[in-house]
């Protein structure tokens, strides 16, 4: 059964067609990845998801309702998480706190700022987010400041933002985007634990080893349009997706 069904979405920039009439349907309990050269429209896809960018036609479906008109924190009620391209942290303050932050904001459905303090030593809410940490192998790191992460414990973090909201649909923007193969190695094997949860994830992705060793999918977005979506084992040897993609050369 299809969790995610995008139809028919187009999305221009000034004269730009960011998206040209875009099909794509994500079955529950999987990992579909959208693959395809720089600027082919990925990010601009995954933004029509959660409330980010409203897309002029076309329809966004998710557990049989609208994503489309609504705010990105109800999107995010539905049960839909989102990890961005480039980080998004508080670095001011703690791994803990990082993490609490998104889970008060699922279960209150907004995170007040001044009521922080007061309910900062709520217990459920504690003991949840250092499980997260501890999921993501940074518990012993709970009270260190965000900022002075490396590149893949943010990474990891935002991914423990992500799991303490108990998502049904993750979605991940070059999770191993500026990572080395080890940092590389230990979110795919993250991202695998997640997937053998049953969390549908979205990922785009543009290195090919992390996207072979998970996807159970792929679209191939150029220039805006799906060339191709199948199994992995047949977007390797499509010809169009290898002249997409790069060139002719082989995936
Ligand atoms: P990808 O993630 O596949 O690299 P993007 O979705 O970021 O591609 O971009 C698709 C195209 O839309 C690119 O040509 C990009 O320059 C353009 N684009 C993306 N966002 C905007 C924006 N906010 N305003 C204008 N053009 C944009
Ligand atoms: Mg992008």
């Not at 060793?213 to 199994?231: C, F, H, N, P, Y």
Request: some cysteine; hydrophobic content about 45%.
């Amino acid at each position: 059964m299809s969790i995610l069904s995008v139809r028919n979405v187009n999305k221009n920039f000034g004269g730009l067609k960011a998206l040209d009439a875009v099909n794509l349907d994500v079955e529950a309990g999987t990992v579909h990845a959208i693959i395809g050269p720089n600027g082919a429209g990925k990010s601009t896809l995954l933004n029509c998801f959660v409330g980010r960018l409203e897309p002029d036609t076309g329809s966004v479906t998710f557990d049989g309702k609208s994503l489309l008109g609504i705010q990105p924190h109800e999107i995010n009620q539905l049960g839909v998480s989102r990890v961005f391209q480039t980080p998004e942290i508080f670095g001011d303050l703690s791994l803990l706190e990082n993490v609490m932050i998104p889970a008060f904001a699922k279960r209150d459905g907004a995170f007040k700022m001044n009521a922080w303090h007061e309910v900062a030593e709520e217990n459920d809410i504690h003991a949840l987010a250092m499980e997260m940490l501890a999921d993501v192998a940074l518990d012993g790191k709970a009270h260190d400041t965000a900022a002075q992460l490396s590149r893949g414990d943010k990474r990891r973090l935002e991914l423990a933002m992500c799991l303490v909201q108990n998502p049904k649909l993750l979605l991940l923007d070059e999770p191993t985007a500026g990572m080395a193969r080890a940092d590389t190695n230990n979110t795919i094997d993250l991202m695998k634990t997640i997937a053998g949860r049953g969390v549908t994830m979205v990922v785009i992705e543009h290195d090919m080893h992390v996207v072979f060793s998970l996807a159970d999918k792929i679209s191939v977005l150029a220039q805006g349009t799906v060339i191709a979506e199948d199994l992995p084992e047949n977007i390797k040897g499509d010809p169009r997706v290898q002249e997409a993609y790069l060139g002719g050369a082989q995936l």
